[in-house]
């Protein structure tokens, strides 16, 4: 009965309260605010027994793990993103290293694995390219590596494949 009792006295205070400052409140939009306040603190001064009943620890517990899990999935996602944006810049350098390597006058396939740079930049680190070329053409495809890609020598792996 005292709990019942309190709660009544509860509601009752928070009902007076908010009516008074309804009553003080100027006309226009701060009284639309007041009203929108005095009805969420009503709200929430008769559904207070509901904390009890349902226990505001296991709420509180509740909420804290669904904030971990939403915190866990926001790491996987951003981990996931950095996956898939590596592989986008290994297929595009792949892309972009065939490419050359035909305007060089022969064909490869490439292989390209990302790595980061001092600045945890994404970078092409790696590079190997399969294919049939002559020594001029491997020579001018490991300069472009070099100069424009930044991939120096000892990164660069090269498989003849003869014709």
Known sequence: MGAVR????GVTAT???????DTLAPEGSIKKVCRLAGGLALLLAALSPLT???GGDRITGAAGGWRERAHRYELELAEESGRMYL???ERETAAYVMDKAKEFGFECAVEVTCGYDEQAVPCP???????SWTQEQRSRLERLLEEELGVPAQRQHYEEILP
């Not at 309190?6 to 006295?9: E, P």
């Open 6 to 9: 309190g709660w009544l006295l």
């Open 15 to 21: 009902a007076l309260v908010v009516a008074l400052a």
């Open 52 to 54: 009890g009943v349902l």
């Open 87 to 89: 592989a986008i810049i």
């Open 125 to 131: 680190w790696e590079i190997t390219a399969r294919g």
